[in-house]
């Protein structure tokens, strides 16, 4: 389906622009009002803002590259669809993901005037509290996923 290819190609693109350190190209994908809640909780409102934060980021301190995962498209009608996926994050100067950073991320993108463009996106760590074998398990899946597309996210 169009629809989830597109949003399965805006989220591949967030990705990369995060992985290339480009704060506009990042930025790029959201909508004017769109959000970034972050891996520590941190939230970005507005692609102008989003860009400013990641600008400063990225020109502080190196960046770890995302791998993800895609689980799941959802749409919700014809304009809005929920993007379920994973990722590990492999720190600068690495060769694999890290246990630690493994997230949980949800994208919502719409369609606005022919455009997909995220409305929403959150980052949640994904630590499995109690449960180390899930920790293994999506670590060991993401490392696989990194070693099939080495530089890409």
Known sequence: MATTD??????????EAWNAQDARAFAASFADDGEVIGFDGSIMAGSGAIEAELSRIFSDHPTG???????????????????????????????????????????????????WRIALYQNTPAQFHGRPELVE???????????????RG
């Open 6 to 15: 597109d949003v399965r190609a805006l989220y591949t693109d967030l990705l």
């Open 65 to 115: 590259r995302y791998v993800g995962i895609v689980r799941e498209l959802a749409p919700v009608n014809d304009d809005v669809v929920v993007l379920r996926a994973v990722a590990g994050v492999i720190p600068a100067g690495a060769s694999e993901p890290r246990p630690e950073l493994n997230s949980v991320q949800r994208l919502v993108a719409g369609r606005r005037d022919g455009q």
């Open 137 to 151: 398990r999506l670590t060991e899946e993401l490392r696989s996923a990194a070693a099939v597309a080495p530089g």
